[in-house]
């Protein structure tokens, strides 16, 4: 890259979408929202068939929720269309539209595209769901795109300080996103990550899920009150999003807190649900459960013997869950280490992955030879724009200084060019 291009890392959350900008071997957070630096992972349906992504989605949904269209990781590969009001849309259709809308916004802000891009996903997809991943890619007109796991992007972003792993240490990478759980064992050599055994996952798992517990529980407190509210009253609807957004913020807080208040402003309930975090972990418990059980299994297929890794990284927005940590220290009995921007790490380690993962030749989730586009429902006139592109490998980038590069496959590893 020259010293005005970049590399561009884009993590596609089930509940929110992060870009990374990377230059000369340094990855910043790229300003995507107006409130932050993420955005929502919702795409909206206009009466004339436009498309909104984003905040606009998110605003636009909460009058007229049956032309939103949420969590769209958790509809790859799933049978039947998305219906936006009365339009059936592909997940994969509807993914195209929020990619190229992030490509165009970093693109105008930046003054020009990226040189290339990183596009991850979770690491327990199998390769039909790849291959509509990279669908959406050739609908959103991207090309020279690489696609990767999300735990070894967590990986790339934690090994790139100084010495936090010295060579042959092994790392078991925990990642509890908004929708999906992964769970792999690396190695470091030094030069490159090797994955060892096979990466497990779940993907109707994350911190959705905690989310509705903490609702659930404000349901329970109001005694059926939630269930007489008229749902097509468009007051009544801006009243349960905001009600929604108060439990995130509950969840959040008990994180740090022993207890929290959510604020209830319903039409006819106005009040405080009081919430301790021993409420809350009584009500995931049996998720998390799930998670760490999954952990464990990855762990041992890695085949590390008794003292299993020397590490275990936490990363996504959910894991700083002070149960997750009690839970994963007691199943493996090893150190526990948090990121440092655990909801961040996916996109700054995949920018921060460019050259090593362009030096791939065979890997289970950067594919040199990408499969033929696929058919797509009738999308109503809506859709992404964009002429074909495709996932494939990204040209060698010689002479560049990066941090350590990913890898995707079993005993695969990605050196760092010299």
Not at 289 to 295: K, N, R, W
Not at 305 to 316: Q, T
Not at 328 to 339: I, K, N, Q
Request: with cysteine; charged share 20%.
């Amino acid at each position: 890259m020259t010293a005005t291009s970049y590399a561009l890392g884009i993590d596609v959350g089930t509940t929110s979408t992060a870009a990374a900008v990377q230059r000369a071997g340094k990855a910043v957070m790229f300003l995507l929202g107006s409130r932050g630096a993420t955005i929502p992972s919702l795409v909206f349906l206009r009466d004339d068939q436009a498309i909104l992504t984003g905040e606009a989605a998110e605003r636009r949904g909460i009058v007229e929720p049956t032309r939103l269209a949420r969590d769209l990781k958790r509809h790859v590969g799933a049978s039947g269309p998305i219906m936006l009001g009365p339009a059936p849309f592909s997940a994969q259709r509807l993914l195209a539209a929020l990619l190229e809308e992030v490509v165009a916004t970093v693109t105008a802000r930046e003054g020009g595209p990226p040189d290339h891009v990183v596009v991850t996903h979770p690491a327990n997809w199998d390769p039909a769901k790849i291959d509509l991943l990279r669908h959406a890619l050739d609908l959103a007109g991207l090309r020279s795109v690489t696609l990767l796991a999300e735990p070894l992007a967590v990986a790339v972003h934690y090994a790139a300080h100084p010495r936090r792993l010295a060579p042959g240490s092994t790392l078991a990478v925990y990642d509890l996103g908004g929708g999906t759980f992964d769970a792999v064992v690396l190695r470091w050599t030094g030069l490159a990550f090797e994955t060892l055994g096979e990466p497990q996952g779940i993907d109707r798992l994350g911190g959705i899920d905690v989310d509705e517990a903490v609702f659930a529980h404000v349901g329970d407190a109001l005694h059926g009150a939630l269930d007489q509210l008229d749902g097509g009253d468009p007051s009544v609807r801006v009243a349960i999003g905001r009600l929604r957004r108060e439990c995130v913020g509950a969840k959040e807080a008990l994180s740090v807190d022993a207890e929290t208040t959510i604020p209830v402003a319903l039409p006819n309930v106005h009040t405080d649900v009081r919430m301790t975090r021993a409420e809350l972990e009584s009500r995931i418990r049996p998720a998390i459960a799930e998670t760490v059980e999954a952990l464990v299994r990855a762990v041992a297929s890695a085949a590390l013997g008794p003292d299993g890794p020397d590490a275990v990284l936490l990363v996504g927005g959910s894991s700083g869950i002070p149960l997750v940590a009690q839970m994963v220290t007691s199943a493996l009995g090893r150190p526990v280490a948090t990121d440092v921007h655990p909801k961040h790490a996916v996109a700054l380690g995949a920018a921060l992955a460019v050259a090593g993962a362009s030096t791939t030749t065979s890997t289970t989730s950067i594919s040199p030879t990408p499969s033929p586009p696929l058919s797509d429902p009738p999308a109503g006139g809506g859709g992404a724009r964009g002429g074909p592109g495709r996932a494939a490998e990204a040209p060698a980038l010689p002479g560049q200084v990066l941090p350590p590069a990913a890898v995707t496959g079993n005993g695969d590893c990605v050196d760092l060019p010299t």
